[in-house]
């Protein structure tokens, strides 16, 4: 059911040619079995790559990096 809301959202949006917006930390190859529907998957990826871009990015998350920094002020300060 969420693959196939998600899919309806993705068609409408592409057919009035709406920038879309779309993070997540998990590879695309991935999306098929997260979303529980190849075929909306395939479908969804599909629109979004046919006129839009991929950012791929590398690295450790700013919140953990974050996080770590907060910690490591704590200990410092006990």
């Known amino acids: 059911a969420a693959a ?28 098929g079995k997260l979303l529980g529907d190849n075929a909306a998957a395939s479908a969804i990826l599909d629109r979004l790559l046919h006129r839009g871009h991929l950012l791929k990015f590398e690295g450790k998350s700013y919140r953990l990096k974050e996080a770590s920094k907060r910690l490591a002020l704590e200990k410092k300060n006990n």
């Open 4 to 31: 196939d809301d998600l899919l309806d959202v993705i068609l409408e949006r592409y057919r009035h040619r709406k920038s879309t917006m779309i993070t997540s930390n998990r590879p695309i190859e991935d999306w």
